[in-house]
């Protein structure tokens, strides 16, 4: 059973920067995308950025193109994702998951349970 853990959420100021990861279980790791994904009260989960196998392709939701940065060490099995100029809008649940390459949640089948990101003005 692949487990995904997310770690690194917290309370920031507007303009500050966190880093999360996503430490996965399993031999697998490098032979799949990860992605991270996002999700407010009420609202539909949200794509936030993805990553291929090896690393070299990286894809972003425009809201945060050139503010986050997605990377993955295969030797760690692990994933992050750094955030930097964070904005109040950025608050939300942030969510790792294991799949394929893509931007919808229908992409990935496994899930981390979430870190919290709480972006203040």
């Known amino acids: 059973q692949v487990q995904l853990v997310e770690s690194g959420g917290g309370s920031v100021q507007a303009g500050g920067s966190l880093r999360l990861s996503c430490a996965a279980s399993?031999?697998?790791?490098?032979?799949?995308?990860m992605g991270w994904f996002r999700q407010t009260p009420g609202k539909e989960r949200e794509f936030v950025a993805a990553?291929?196998?090896?690393?070299?392709?990286?894809y972003y939701a425009d809201s945060v193109k050139g503010r986050f940065t997605i990377s993955r060490d295969n030797a760690k099995n692990t994933v992050y994702l750094q955030m930097n100029s964070l904005k109040p809008e950025d608050t939300a649940v942030y969510y790792c998951?294991?799949?394929?390459?893509?931007?919808?949640?229908?992409?990935?089948?496994?899930w981390g349970q979430g870190t919290q990101v709480t972006v203040s003005s």
């Open positions: 998951a294991r799949g394929a390459l893509g931007t919808t949640p229908y992409h990935y089948n496994y």
């Open positions: 399993g031999r697998t790791f490098s032979s799949y995308a």
């Open positions: 990553i291929n196998t090896s690393g070299g392709s990286t």
